[in-house]
């Protein structure tokens, strides 16, 4: 077993429940091939630097997780049918890094006001 | 002719071995790496604000010369900043 983090980049025009279906989807799929989710962040609605498949914004959603070999052959799978998404980056760690928020608007500010 | 520098270099450093006043002093500036203090800051996909700072207009990686970050953090900062590009964040 070991870390991982994902982000998934969905496409602009989905509505708050349908995000909340993404999001609920992919955690089902880790908790389901022997995997566990540790954490959930969502960026909110961003914009790109450019271009993306026409699309100037998109949903960020970051899930960081513990699995294995078969989970990320799962979601693999699963990511490359799914029509909502535009951009998806897994990417192993040793160590998770739990207490950082980079993309929290209110945490962020709260630590400058310190 | 690269050897022969390099011992013109070394004497030269001291301003009393100088042969007259009009002679160049080479004064070089080295620069510490500024990623390598301690507790410095975490070079990560999602560390924009130190990403936009090693990244061009034109979203080009700086070289190194430039920044003088050390050999090892520069490797790391580019794949990182390659990563923020496949997610569209630079």
Known sequence: MSFYEQT?????DLSAPEVEKVESKYADIISGASGK??????WGLLNFARKIKNYNRGH???????GNGKTLEEINKKIKID?????NLIIKYKKLNLEM?????????DEKAK | MKKRNKKFNKRS?????????FQKTDLRFSKKCPLSIKDGP???????????RYVTENNKILSSRITSVSSGKQ???TNEIKKAKILGLL
């Not at chain 2, 450093?13 to 006043?21: A, V």
């Open chain 1, 8 to 12: 998934i980049v969905t496409k602009q």
């Open chain 1, 37 to 42: 989710v540790v954490k959930i962040e969502k």
């Open chain 1, 60 to 66: 960020y959603i970051h899930i960081k997780f513990e």
């Open chain 1, 83 to 87: 029509n909502s998404i535009l951009r």
């Open chain 1, 101 to 109: 928020e980079y993309f929290n608007k209110e945490k962020t500010e």
């Open chain 2, 13 to 21: 450093q001291n301003p009393l071995n100088k042969l007259s006043l």
């Open chain 2, 42 to 52: 975490e070079i990560d996909y999602k560390n924009l604000k130190l990403l936009k």
């Open chain 2, 75 to 77: 490797k790391k900062l």
